[in-house]
């Protein structure tokens, strides 16, 4: 069936009867139609022909679909449901007639438009707790990703080949410098990364991934969200490292102002993954400048209607690469104090400002304990978790982790109480050892504030009651020697004591 063909499908997708008397709602994207009835949803591909795609074939479409499917219904079973066949019946159509298959759909599902995490967090509604989950949800969905073999450095270089051979003649909407800047700062990255690549591909995390995760490929069903509409026409360009398939979705939060939330996801897909992705940080800013890069290219190809908007946009993901591009240098950042002083609260609202996009990787003792125990960050652990010897252990863990990550050029915030002199000795010596910045903050409020606090919190990581704060309170932590805030306030008011903190450091 050709595209001219088409149109006999489209009308019976739009007619009424077709969806048991309701009007559906016709949403067309570039390569396909989707009508939305009630609670169904029905996608056909598109007769089209592009550079990177070929949908003229009915059996290419079906097989598209077929492929939808299969790599979407593992991760979204909420919505994918089935591919059905449009057929000839006499001299109407019919769906899943007996008749010769004249077009094929995809049934799924209908959600809420507004349950789409871009809408979500367009109305401001995209909360730490939700980027937290979204974080570990994909890091669920990369570790059950399949496998491929291939080059790593090899695919990133055709992607920047790709991307200077189309700004080359998009030069009348960027600026002949910028386009010369994108192509030598790029390349740079790539060249310093190279190797990187090939050995985390030889390593395992080049794998099939989502592809095209971005905010508008994610919703929010039952509290929980899921991932669809995977990338499912080329099966190249789908295979991809890990941490470049995450990027992605961080770049896109980058470019609409949400460093918050994207630190959060970052560093929740992190802690998911163990340490196993810590060394890879160094090829992030490269994967977030070439995500913001094609979707610059994507925007002037595909732009229509308003010329000028369509310029903003394409200029707005340009400057979002080079955001990701600039260097600010590694900072090793400490917090400690008591249990219940909000070592924590002030990290997470610290973290996405200190040091290159999307911010400081959020070191927490209480969760890397929880990971060496083998549990979920909400469980609670017996007493003896929290022995001298499991204290010790914890503290190599970030240490550990953290000299990956600092070697990786990676900014690095640890949250842990620091009780012992030792602990914030062997901070600033990792910082020494490093040759990095260090800043080291200690908190400070009553304990009778202290004991409220950690009695009144609920679902967090931390198992500190208010005898172990009683407890902490009567240790002798030695010479403090770090900077002291006072915790008695609110997060503000110690964000706004703590910054004039970090810019000496990062200046020291």
Known sequence: MTGDSQDEVI?????????DGTAPDHVETHGAHVFLAGDTALKVKKAVHFDY???????????????ELELNRPAAPQIYRDVLPITREGEGLALDGEGKPVEWVLRMHRFPKENELSELAARGD?????????????????????????????????????????????????????????????????????????????????????????LRNLVLIDGKPVLFDALEFDEELGTCDVLYDLAFLVMDLLNRGLTRPANIVQNAWLHAQEGRQDAGLAALPLFLALRAGIRAMVAVQTGAGDRG??????????????????????????????SGTGKTTLARRLA????????????RSDLERKALAGVAPGDTLPADSYTKDAARAVHTRLTDRARYLLAAGQSVLLDATF??????????????EMEVPFTGLWLDA?????????????????????????????????????ARIDASRGIEAMADAAEPLLESGRKS
Request: net charge negative.
């Open 11 to 19: 009308s019976f997708l739009e007619n009424p009867a077709t969806h």
């Open 53 to 67: 795609l070929d949908f003229t074939d009915l059996d290419t479409r079906e097989a598209m679909l077929r492929r």
């Open 126 to 214: 995209l909360t730490d707790n939700l980027a937290d989950r979204l974080g570990r949800e994909i890091a669920a969905y990369h570790d059950a990703a399949p496998r491929r073999a291939g080059d790593g450095a090899a695919r990133i270089g055709a992607i920047i080949d790709e991307l200077e051979t189309a700004f080359s003649e998009m030069e009348e909407v960027f600026g002949p410098e910028r386009v010369a800047g994108f192509s030598a700062r790029t390349r740079a990255a790539f060249d310093r990364t190279a190797p990187l690549l090939d050995t985390r591909a030889g390593d395992g995390h080049l794998r099939r991934c989502h592809g095209d995760l971005h």
């Open 309 to 338: 908007q369509v310029r903003r946009e394409a200029r707005g993901y340009l400057d979002t690469a080079f955001d990701a591009l600039y260097d600010t240098g590694p900072h090793l950042v400490a917090v400690g104090g008591l």
């Open 352 to 363: 996405p400002g200190i040091g290159r996009r999307p911010g400081a990787v959020h070191l």
């Open 419 to 432: 009780l012992s002199p030792d602990e914030r000795d062997g901070a600033g010596r990792l910082a020494q």
């Open 446 to 482: 009553p304990v009778d504030t202290l004991t409220r606090r950690v009695t009144e919190r609920h679902g967090d990581a931390s198992d500190a009651d208010a005898d172990v704060v009683r407890g902490q309170s009567e240790k002798d932590i030695g010479t403090m020697t770090w």
